[in-house]
């Protein structure tokens, strides 16, 4: 199946399109391809893309674009190519840094990708803590290319099962494959789909008048339930049935069911927190321990209750650890306890009084301990200050847009 390669009149995605091509910019801004037009971000009007993306017109008349993808390569194997933008036409590829034509380019797909073939349908990246390697997935019909790009070796596969992409993106750690005005997600190793899909784009990626995700994905109350951050420096707040990602700003804040990346905990949870490569979950008198790799796996025989893995009874209000610390601080009511993680099996080391009475959330990081109430925040040097104050610091609102949430 091929793309149409004309369009007269602009077209308005809220009618309904099949995109050639989806990528985002080094900003974060996601780029819709559709003809010689574009759109900028989930919502506006069409626009000429050679407007934006001059050159691709000089070179090729542009009158539609094959595929699209931003490179991730910041640590290694291709920094010079990180954030540069690739776009494919027919047999050539064309790279772009900040909406200019990077020099010698555009040239053969073979020179810079040897083993993927022309007249692709759709290309994205996937980083090596997502994919086994840094890596760029390529699809033509039903074949998919994984082109390692350090070793520039080509792993061809066949994924019947998914639609023909004629896009593909990636998007805050998910992988989503565009065909006629619906899209599926998909796992970027192995090509499955769970979940109910396809979907309506329409619902999701645009902003378009009786579309929408409807009353469930109002924002929620500026309450958190849980947050944490993991030794890969993925960062997580809690709330309800609900988690956010709070380390990708430039993807935006996005609400998804817990039950997306930790399959197992459904509802609401009472604290998260996150030491060496796991990352405890604690919900009710349980207690659910995941490996933190590419994709969270629940580690074997669990869940188990809070008192036989920490030795104390649930519930729990909120719990956190500190970075290259071994001590659980959990907090029950006014009083934080201490648990020691080396201990086996494991053992309070101490108690302490809080000054607080109702405490929502709490975690650690580099500016201190922070204990969240409602829609404020309570800002502790140490947990040593925490344990031995007698009085609360002066509360501080957290700023609702990095959270998501409405007052």
Request: charged content about 25%; some cysteine.
């Amino acid at each position: 199946r091929h793309k149409k390669t004309h369009y007269d009149a602009k077209f308005d995605r809220c009618d309904g399109v099949e995109f050639d091509a989806i990528t985002p910019d080094e900003k974060g801004n996601i780029f819709f391809f559709k003809g010689d037009h574009l759109w900028k971000g989930f919502s506006g009007p069409a626009q000429l893309a050679n407007g934006t993306f001059q050159e691709l017109d000089e070179y090729h008349h542009l009158a539609h674009v094959d595929a699209a993808f931003r490179m991730h390569s910041k640590d290694e194997d291709e920094p010079q190519a990180h954030d540069h933008i690739f776009f494919f036409l027919d047999d050539m590829v064309f790279s772009y840094y900040q909406q200019t034509l990077e020099k010698g380019f555009p040239v053969n797909i073979q020179q810079v990708f040897p083993g993927i073939p022309s007249h692709l349908d759709a290309a994205v990246e996937c980083p090596k803590r997502e994919c086994t390697t840094n890596s760029v997935l390529f699809f033509k019909g039903s074949d998919v290319y994984s082109f390692d790009i350090k070793t520039k070796t080509v792993k061809k596969k066949e994924w019947n099962h998914l639609p023909n992409c004629t896009s593909v993106l990636r998007w805050v750690e998910h992988y989503y494959c565009f065909h006629g005005n619906n899209f599926t997600r998909f796992h970027p190793v192995s090509g499955d789909v769970s979940g109910a899909y396809p979907k309506d784009a329409r619902h999701y990626f645009m902003t378009c008048p009786n579309f929408g995700h409807g009353e469930a994905h109002r924002k929620p109350r500026c309450k958190l339930d849980a947050i944490t951050t993991d030794r890969m420096g993925k960062s997580y707040a809690f709330t309800g049935s609900m988690y956010i990602r709070l380390d990708t700003p430039r993807d935006g804040i996005h609400h998804f069911p817990i039950t997306r990346s930790w399959k197992e905990v459904s509802g609401a949870v009472d604290a998260v927190f996150s030491y060496g490569d796991n990352m405890y979950i604690i919900q009710g008198g349980q207690i659910y321990i995941y490996k933190s790799a590419a994709h969270y796996t629940l580690i074997e025989g669990y869940p188990k209750s809070v008192t036989e893995e920490l030795g104390i009874q649930g519930p729990v209000d909120a719990a956190f650890v500190c970075a290259d610390q071994h001590v659980a601080h959990i907090i029950q009511g006014q009083k934080m306890i201490d648990i020691d993680l080396t201990a086996t099996p494991r053992a309070v080391k101490s108690e302490a009084s809080l000054p607080i009475h109702k405490v929502d959330a709490a975690t650690c990081d580099s500016e201190g301990v922070k204990l969240f109430v409602g829609p404020e925040y309570y800002l502790y040097q140490t947990p040593k200050v925490l344990a031995v104050s007698k009085i609360s610091p002066v509360a501080q609102k957290f700023p609702p847009r990095i959270f998501g949430c409405e007052d």
